[in-house]
């Protein structure tokens, strides 16, 4: 008797570790991991100022150069154009002065008024 009694309980027992196993192999642990922020490093890993300084260097070369290209196009693109502009104007008031000349003799002149 006590021989089925230890038998039964053996087979209770292991039929709550067949039950355990099957419920952990179904399982899903969910992880959630936050950084704490006091424990980070003031300094970011991999901030080099050489490298920074270094990256300003090429940009203001690269501001220059751009400056540069302005500047041969302004000298090359529109000093011919401002010279043709001051040719016509210069053309223009040529030609403007004897008509004005023309109109101011042909006008009458205003009677000097006496007092």
Known sequence: MELLHVRGEIERLQGRVDYLKQMTAMSTINLEIIPDQLSQ?????????LAIARD???SLVVALK?????LIWLVIFM???????SILVLLAGK???PIAERRRRRAP????QAQ
Not at 66 to 70: A, D, E, H, K, W
Not at 79 to 85: K, R
Not at 109 to 112: F, H, L, N, R, W
């Open 41 to 49: 490093p003031i300094i970011e890993p991999g901030w080099s100022p």
């Open 109 to 112: 002149s205003a009677p000097s």
């Open 95 to 97: 030609l403007w002065k």
């Open 66 to 70: 751009v400056l540069g290209v302005i």
């Open 56 to 58: 300003a260097v090429r």
């Open 79 to 85: 000093l011919p154009l401002i010279a043709l502009f």
